[in-house]
């Protein structure tokens, strides 16, 4: 096979191993950007889909003439584990913890759907009853929503929330010679990515990759030993390559496989203009995380 090189810059022949999950598309809306922001922040901060929980990201911010309110939004996704005896349930229960404590608290949002599919989740039970019984059901927008009264006045979401099945845990990693590089690699592959319709970056730039195995399984997941740059020449079983100090992963989620395959492509053309970056790659556990391989040396036409 040929060599695999990306604008001058060596790529790892090899794959990213992605899984299958679940997922919401919301549209946030604020009365101004400093609510809006902090509503954005609020529903996408925390991502833990590896642990059980949900994970979110932005998949781009709107303009007024694309929302239902026309007010000023953004484009979010909530994501949740597919597998398993009462996936969707659980996803539901999570999804309502960050619709309540990161978006409803944030004055003058509303919430509206933004996926269409078979499968739907009701947000009366776990999101409407915030308003302790005194909600009420009404068309707004041309849409079912539920107006919830709340000490600021009142804070709107639609009643049905699309659920759609795509691919979870695409990802790209640079090797950088120094921590600048991987900074300057890792927000330009993220900017890319939100130039791709349908796809997430839940970690935004990742610092701290982490591996199935583990010493500790009661803490969940661990670092990814390996590729750390501060135990090269510690551990038998390195694998940073001489001269790097920094590996930053870009994590993609889309609503479908193409929809992965398209941001990490334009994720590695975007991080390999950047001076320092010696090497692009990829993570994967040999099949032991998820059913998706993601080869490089195909997303670059090989």
Not at 159 to 169: E, T, Y
Not at 178 to 189: D, Q, V, W
Not at 273 to 291: H, P, Q, S, Y
Request: include cysteine; hydrophobic fraction near 40%; charge should be negative.
């Amino acid at each position: 096979m040929s060599r695999l090189e990306l604008n001058g810059i060596p790529v790892e022949d090899t794959y990213c191993e992605a899984f299958d999950g679940i997922f919401v598309r919301l549209v946030i809306t604020a009365g101004g950007e400093r609510w809006l922001r902090r509503a954005v922040c609020g529903a996408t901060c925390l991502p833990s889909t590896v642990v059980g929980r949900t994970e979110a990201g932005l998949e781009r911010w709107l303009t007024p003439g694309e929302t239902p309110d026309r007010r000023s939004g953004a484009l979010v996704q909530v994501w949740g584990n597919a597998g398993g005896t009462g996936a969707l349930e659980k996803f539901e229960y999570e999804l309502s913890l960050r619709i309540r404590q990161g978006v409803l608290v944030v004055p003058t949002t509303r919430i509206f759907n933004a996926w269409e599919g078979e499968e739907h989740i009701d947000t009366m039970p776990r999101v409407g009853h915030c308003g302790d019984g005194y909600e009420w059901v009404e068309t707004r927008f041309g849409r079912e929503m539920i107006n919830i009264p709340i000490m600021m006045g009142e804070w709107l979401i639609e009643r049905r929330l699309g659920v759609g099945r795509g691919v979870a845990g695409g990802n790209v990693w640079f090797f950088a010679e120094t921590e600048e590089a991987a900074l300057e690699a890792g927000e330009k592959a993220v900017e890319a990515v939100y130039g791709v319709e349908g796809a997430i970056t839940p970690f935004d730039v990742c610092s701290a990759g982490s591996k199935v195995e583990t010493r500790y399984p009661e803490i969940g997941p661990t670092t990814n030993h390996p590729y750390c740059p501060t135990l090269r020449g510690k551990i038998p079983d390195s694998k940073v390559p001489e001269g790097v100090v920094s590996i930053p992963e870009v994590v993609i989620n889309g609503v479908d496989l193409e929809a992965v395959r398209r941001a990490m492509k334009a994720a590695m053309q975007a991080g390999s203009r950047v001076d320092g970056i010696i090497r692009i790659g990829a993570g994967n556990f040999g099949g032991k995380l998820g059913r998706h391989r993601i080869y490089l040396r195909e997303l670059l036409g090989e």
